[in-house]
């Protein structure tokens, strides 16, 4: 089955500075990559996403970048504020039928002011 | 906006007794999801329906776990009996569906998280 390693497991920024999280898979076959956001004790939240047909997408201080070829997405993060800190998720979707996602193990985020 | 709903959000229970959890999704999915999330680390899922149909259980520990979509619209997850090893976050999410034109954007719940003592 497909599988996900997601890296740092733990991120450590100044306010203002840069973050970056990157995930590797192994299906070549995967088309859909989003990431969640998830805060303490609360629900994941769909934050970006991108699709195989696309090799960057960006919205405001998030943007998400994919390299097919050699399978592994990237979460960047600009300009950093308190309210980014929480733990980030990225998930891959299989192309065959079916939605299932597979998560990575998540990377906690802190952004110290 | 309309959100995915759990409850209850919190279960405590002692090991070998049942506990049940309910997830009403968003109005006009199709696809329901069932995922446990075990304290850091990413959500695994269990089951996975397409309206009242199991398309993925592979998962799910069936001597003990079900789960059910009799009408195609909410679902409940049963553990019977519990185990010390099932405390975790247990997620709820929904999307559309394959095949809709739309998107494979899954909605989460807030989530019922299970103590088993």
């Known amino acids: 089955g497909e599988n996900v390693e997601q890296h740092p497991s733990t991120l450590s920024v100044q306010e203002g500075d840069s973050a970056v999280i990157k995930c590797t898979y192994s299906?070549?076959?995967?088309?859909?990559f989003p990431w969640y956001k998830q805060e303490l004790g609360k629900r994941p939240q769909l934050i970006i996403d991108?699709?195989?047909?696309?090799g960057e997408k960006k919205d405001q201080r998030i943007a998400v970048t994919l390299n097919k070829t050699a399978k592994h997405f990237s979460l960047h993060i600009t300009e950093t504020q308190p309210e980014d800190s929480a733990v980030y998720f990225c998930?891959?979707?299989?192309?065959?039928?079916?939605?299932?996602?597979?998560f990575g193990g998540g990377t906690r985020v802190l952004v110290k002011p | 906006e309309a959100e995915v709903a759990q409850s209850p959000r919190y279960k405590i229970t002692e090991k070998s007794q049942a506990v049940a959890f309910w997830c009403d999704p968003i109005?006009?999915?199709?696809?329901l999801y069932w995922y446990r999330q075990i304290l850091g680390q990413g959500p695994e899922l269990l089951v996975q329906?397409?309206?009242?149909?199991?398309?993925?259980d592979s998962q799910l520990p069936k001597d003990r776990f079900s789960a059910e979509r009799l009408k195609g619209v909410d679902s409940t997850l049963k553990i019977q009996p519990a185990e010390l090893g099932d405390s975790a976050m247990y997620l709820c999410?929904?999307?559309f569906g394959p095949g809709q034109g739309s998107t494979d954007t899954q909605y989460f719940g807030p989530g019922t998280r299970l103590t088993v003592l």
């Open positions: 999410a929904s999307s």
């Open positions: 991108i699709r195989s047909n696309v």
């Open positions: 329906f397409q309206d009242e149909s199991v398309v993925d």
């Open positions: 109005s006009g999915h199709a696809t």
């Open positions: 299906d070549s076959a995967s088309n859909y």
């Open positions: 998930a891959v979707s299989p192309g065959a039928a079916g939605n299932k996602l597979t």
